[in-house]
C-alpha cells in the first residue's frame, strides 16, 4: 500500500556533501519523490518540529544542531515508507547503527545523525507541515 513519509537531511550531512547519496538510497529502494525543499529551520520552528522532544534534557542541543545550517527535507511515497525508512535511516545513536543503514555507513554522532524520519503517521502529519509551512 503507498504511504508517504518525510525525512531530514540534516547539517552536518548537507555540510559533508552527502545530499545526494542519502537522496538516492530512496529513488534505488523504489520511493518516488513527491516534494524536496532546502531550508534552514528557524529556532521557532525547530522547537515546533521537535515538540515531542520538549523538556527533554537534549532539548536544547538538538534544536541548537538542527537550526545550526540548513537541511534538505523530502517528502517520499512508496510501500510501507514510515517504517521501511526506518530501517533505511538505522539507530539513533550512528555509532550503534549497523554497516547497511544510513547513519551505520555515514555517521558516529547522536545529535549528529545525519538523518531524521517521522516514525508514525502522526509525526508525518506533524513534521511534514512544520517543514513544508
Ligand atoms: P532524530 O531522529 O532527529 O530525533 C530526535 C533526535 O534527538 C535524535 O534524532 C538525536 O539526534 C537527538 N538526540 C540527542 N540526544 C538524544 C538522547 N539522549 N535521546 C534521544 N535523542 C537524542
Known amino acids: ?36 525543499k532546502m531550508f534552514t529551520f528557524t529556532q521557532e520552528q525547530a522547537e515546533k518540529f521537535y515538540d515531542v522532544h520538549k523538556g527533554k534534557p537534549f532539548f536544547g542541543e538538538l534544536t541548537s544542531f ?7 527535507a ?11 525508512t526506518r530501517i533505511m535511516i538505522g539507530a539513533t545513536k550512528s555509532f550503534e547503527a549497523v554497516p ?4 551505520g555507513d555515514f555517521g558516529l554522532g547522536f545529535s549528529e545523525n545525519i538523518i531524521h524520519a517521522s516514525d508514525s503517521q502522526g509525526s508525518f502529519d506533524h513534521e511534514s507541515r512544520v517543514a513544508f509551512e
Open 100 to 103: 547497511g543503514s544510513i547513519r
Open 74 to 84: 523530502a517528502i517520499i511515497e512508496g510501500n510501507n515508507a514510515i517504517a521501511t
Open 66 to 72: 538542527i537550526t545550526s545550517g540548513p537541511v534538505v
Open 1 to 36: 500500500m503507498a504511504e508517504q513519509t518525510l525525512f531530514i537531511v540534516k547539517p552536518d550531512a548537507v555540510y559533508r556533501n552527502l545530499i545526494g547519496e542519502v537522496i538516492s538510497r530512496f529513488e534505488k529502494k523504489g520511493f518516488r519523490i513527491l516534494k524536496l
